[in-house]
C-alpha cells in the first residue's frame, strides 16, 4: 500500500513512515487520550491528490484521519486503528479576500491567527478563537467557539459554504457566499462538527466582520464562583453584549500566576471585553459597574490600552497550557458541558462539590456568556485509580448538565471521550446520525471509531 501511496503523492517530502512523523500524529497535543500510531502520515498539496488518496483509501478500506494542528482535546485526531494521517500543513492559502462581502475563501490548512494577520490589512477580522492557533479545517470539523462565542457564535456560523471531498472520492460544494439561504438541507451545517468522519474539507468559505473601533478590556473579582456566574447573567439580561465574556476560578489565576509571572488576585474573577465605538462603549461599562457591584464584586478594574488588554486576554487565552504546566507529568481532562443559562451557578458549584467530594484537584473556567464551562483535572494516565477518579467526576457533571437540558459537550467535540454520553443525550437520534454516517461513508474509512 505504500508503494502505491507514494506513486499518488510523488513527492518524498510530502509522505512519510518515520517514527517521530507518525508520533507527532499519534496523538493530540494536551489531552489524556492514549497516542496510536498511524501506519504513514501523508501531507496532501491539493484536492485533487487528496481525492486520488480517498479514492484508494476506499478502495482498499484504509482509514484515514484528517490532522490540522492536534490541539482538539477528545482524542479525535487519534487513529485508533491506524492507516493514513492526513495533515493539512500543505493547504494553507488564503484563496480570495472578499472585504466588500464579508467573505474569504480558505484553505483547510490556514490558521485562523495567519487569517488575522492578513485580514488587518482590510480593517476585518475572524472572531472565533478558541484559545490556541488552530486550522481552520479542524476548527469546523469540532465547529470549535471559545471566547468569542457569546457576541459571534462558533465556528459552524461563521462557514458560509465549503467544498468537500467525499469517500468514495466525489466531490462536492455546499452552500454559497450569500449571507442566508433556505435551499435544501443544510448540508454546511450538518458537515462542520463532523470531526473528520463524513467528508474531508479542501476549501472553507468564512464569514469575517469589520473590526471594532475601540476596545475596552475589564476584569472583575468576586468572592464566589456562584456570584461571578449571576453577574454575567445579569449582564445579558439586561442587553450588554460583550465581545467575551469569561470565568476564571482561583485555582486557575493560581496557576496564570505561576505560569505567566502576573499578579491577578486568586479569586473567583470575570474577565470582559466590550468592543464598539467609544462613546457606546464607554456607557455599557458605567452599566456594567452597576450590576457587579450588586451582584457583590469585591473589586473591579478597566482600560482601554491595547498591550494592557492583549495582556489580559493573553493570560486567558494560556489559561488550559497553565494548568497543565502546573502538573508536568501530567495529561489534562478537560469536561466541556454547556448548561441552560439559568442552570450555570448551580453547574459550577456542583462541580467544585464533586471534585472536593473526590479530592480531585482541579480548575473552573468557561465561557460563561454561554453556559459553557470546563472543569480540568491534570491526570496521570499510569495510574488507573487516579483516570478512574477523574471520569467519575467527568461523568457526575455531564448527568447534571444533561439532567438539566445540556449538553455533554460546548465545543470539544466528541472524539474519543464523550461517545459514551451520545445516546443519553439524544435518545434515539444517534440512530439517524448513524444513518447518516452510513450513507456518508459506508466503508467506514473515515476517522473510524469516533463519535459512535
Ligand atoms: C490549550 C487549549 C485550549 C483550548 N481551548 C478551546 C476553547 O476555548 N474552545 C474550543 O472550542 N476549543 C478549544 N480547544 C480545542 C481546539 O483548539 C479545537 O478543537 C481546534 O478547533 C482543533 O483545530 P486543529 O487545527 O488543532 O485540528 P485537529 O485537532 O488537528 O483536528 C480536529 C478535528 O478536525 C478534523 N479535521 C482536521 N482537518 C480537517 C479537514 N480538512 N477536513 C475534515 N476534518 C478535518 C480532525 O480529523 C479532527 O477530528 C483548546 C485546545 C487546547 C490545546
Redesign the pocket.
Known sequence: MLEDLERIVRDPKRISTSAAVRQRHSQ????YHAEHLPDVVIYPKDKEELREIITYANQTGCPI?????????EG??VPVQGGIS?D?TH?NRILEIRADDFAVRVE??V?RMQLNQELKKYGLFFP????????????????????S?VRYG??RDQILGME?VLADGSWIRTGSLAKKSSAGYHLTHL?AG????L????ELTLRVYGLPDTFLYATAVFPDLQKACKAANQMLYRSIQPGKLELVDEYTLQAINAYKQTKYEEKPTLFLELSGWKSSVTAEWERVKEIIRDEGACGWSHTFDETIGDQLWDAR?????AI?ASAPDKK?M?TDVCVPLSVLPEAVSFAREVMQAENLQGAILG?IGDGNY?AVFPIDRSLPEEVAKAEKVNKRIVRFALERGGTCT????I?LGKKQYLTEEHGDAVLWMKKIKEVFDPNHIL?PG?IF
Open positions: 493530540d497535543l494536551t489531552s484521519v484528517p490532522f490540522g494542528l492536534g490541539t482538539s482535546v479525535q485526531v492526513l493539512f493547504m483547510p490548512g490558521t472565533i478563537d478558541p484559545g490556541v492557533d488552530a486550522t481552520l479545517g479542524g476548527m469546523a470539523a469540532t465547529n470549535a467557539s471559545g471566547c462565542a462558533m465556528t468537500a458537515l463532523s470531526e473528520g468522519t467528508a474531508i474539507f479542501t487565552r494560556h489559561a488550559a497550557l497543565a489534562l478537560t465561557h470546563h460546548g465545543e470539544h467535540g472524539g476517522n469516533k
